[in-house]
């Protein structure tokens, strides 16, 4: 277990109170401070010679039941790299840590990408921490600070501060116990479908650059059914028993949270929005409640927007017209910027428009799109300098293209579309988008969504423009 959290936060006090309540032999150790001796003591060799063997002290982790590292951020890297093997497999020098069962662990916050070291509430040489060693804890749980708290928790803290120590209305040990029992029988025969989620979930967050290893995604799958176990341990509840080993209704509840706390990212730098967290997991969730004949489930599970409209494309025959018209939609809102957007609607305008009856709500926003390009209209302006770089560039651009055309180099129907839609986009649409990306870009999608072998118009040249040139 990692706690991170702002300095304050009683990060310390709630796990020695844990350790305390669960009856377990307590090992504290600030990690910006320690040496690799303080926590295994000091080498000797055994009597024949053969081995080396360590004479523990008061302090060493030979007799701990529990191991918590504060400031693991501010740890050495050397240290570090000896604290994997305790943390992951319970060793030390490859000697099993026979009595050992938590390791937790505690940091402050990590810096982002862009913090300043100025800035009064940064923590000066707290850092990242190592990707792979984040990795080894199960799960990483964020701690409130002050102000993300409401003011009746606020208040109930400072009342609380008097009033001692409080017992527990049920011993910790005898919760763990028996969550322990109820996550054995779990793992005998989990549902099928949780394999599942966490194959997708790995995809999603692939997509949005955040790697998850193959340790965390089995560590995900179990700690799912931990949380699983201990939601029926703590709660009692019927009808979480219930569905424990059936109905996947109710794993839902216990697959958020098992996600929303497991992700090494969170002791990383780039971590995702809590938000961003939520929309893959229902995304995520919807998909495996699907059949797996469903074309739906198949477009679902792809996560980027436009390789669903591909699939889509694929499997228009058993698509709903309703839902192949969400797809479109959600391949062009995806898009950064206003040039592929519009390409990516008037690609998606020329491939379904006349051969599908998707909704008008649909048909309305690609054609109005298209329109500029498909019907060009000619206006006149007076440009400065700036804009008429960009003239210049795409004036460029077209009559290269147009050449490559007369060389039977390239497709003349993309070169048309690809002129119109570069002037349609002039003067401002196309600040900070390069023209040659922006054609490459309408090749790919032309060439995917298989627009080669439909037959299609050419559209009108913009007025004013000749071999490439403009007015």
């Known amino acids: 277990l990692l706690l991170i959290g702002r300095h304050g936060t009683a990060k310390s006090f709630l796990l ?10 307590f090992r504290f150790y600030n990690a910006s401070l320690i040496n690799y001796d303080d926590l295994v003591g000091f080498p000797v060799p055994e009597d024949d010679n053969s ?40 060793r030390v020098q490859g000697i099993p840590l026979e009595k050992l069962k938590y390791r937790w662990a505690a940091m402050n916050p990590p810096p982002g990408p862009e913090e300043d070291e100025e800035n009064p509430d940064a923590y000066l040489g707290a ?18 600070a002050w102000s993300d708290l409401c003011d009746t928790a606020r208040r109930r803290i400072l009342q609380d501060q008097y009033a001692g120590e409080h017992p527990f209305q049920v011993p910790p040990t005898e919760l763990v116990k028996k969550a322990r029992r109820i996550y054995l029988a779990l793992r005998t025969g989990p549902p099928k479908a949780l394999a599942h989620y966490v194959v997708s979930i790995e995809r999603a967050f692939d997509h949005k ?12 799958h179990r700690n799912i059914l931990a949380v699983h176990a201990a939601r029926i341990a703590i709660r009692g509840d019927v009808k979480v028993w219930k569905y424990a080993k059936g109905n996947f209704g109710d794993w839902e509840e216990s697959a958020l949270l098992a996600l929303l706390y497991s992700r ?61 018209g969400k797809v479109i939609l959600g391949a062009v809102s995806a ?8 390409a990516v609607a008037l690609v998606s305008y020329l491939a379904f428009s006349r051969e599908r009856d998707i909704p008008a709500t649909v048909v309305e926003t690609l054609a ?85 072998n439909e037959t299609l118009e050419e559209p009108c040249a913009p007025p004013g423009t000749g071999k490439g040139g403009s007015e």
């Open 16 to 25: 020695e109170r844990l350790a305390g309540a669960l009856e377990l032999e």
């Open 51 to 90: 081995r080396l063997k360590f004479i523990g002290t008061p302090s060493s982790i030979w007799d701990a039941e529990v191991v918590f590292l504060d400031e693991i951020n501010r740890t050495k890297p050397e240290l570090q790299n000896k604290l994997f093997p305790i943390i992951h497999e319970r």
């Open 127 to 144: 850092e990242p921490l190592d990707p792979a060693l984040a990795d080894r804890f199960s799960f990483l749980v964020p701690v409130p």
């Open 209 to 220: 650059k955040q790697y998850l290893s193959a340790r965390r995604l089995t560590t995900l």
């Open 264 to 324: 090494p990212q969170t002791a990383i730098e780039g971590n995702l929005q809590k938000t961003e967290v939520l929309a893959i997991h229902r995304h995520t969730w919807e998909v495996c409640r699907l059949k797996s004949d469903d074309p739906w489930k198949i477009i679902l599970d792809t996560p980027d927007p436009l390789d669903r409209l591909v699939v889509a494309r694929g499997l228009s025959d058993k698509l709903e017209d309703l839902d192949l």
């Open 335 to 342: 898009q950064e910027d206003t040039p592929r957007q519009r």
């Open 368 to 452: 109005r799109e298209a329109k500029t390009i498909l019907e060009p209209i000619k206006h006149t302006e007076q440009v400065h300098s700036a804009k008429a770089k960009n003239y210049m560039e795409v004036a460029s651009l077209v009559s290269s293209l147009e050449g490559r055309v007369n060389r039977g180099e390239s497709n003349r129907l993309i070169v048309a579309y690809s002129r119109n839609l570069l002037y349609s986009l002039l003067p401002n649409d196309l600040v900070g988008t390069k023209p040659n990306e922006l054609h490459k870009f309408l090749e790919d999608i032309w060439s995917r969504l298989d627009l080669d």
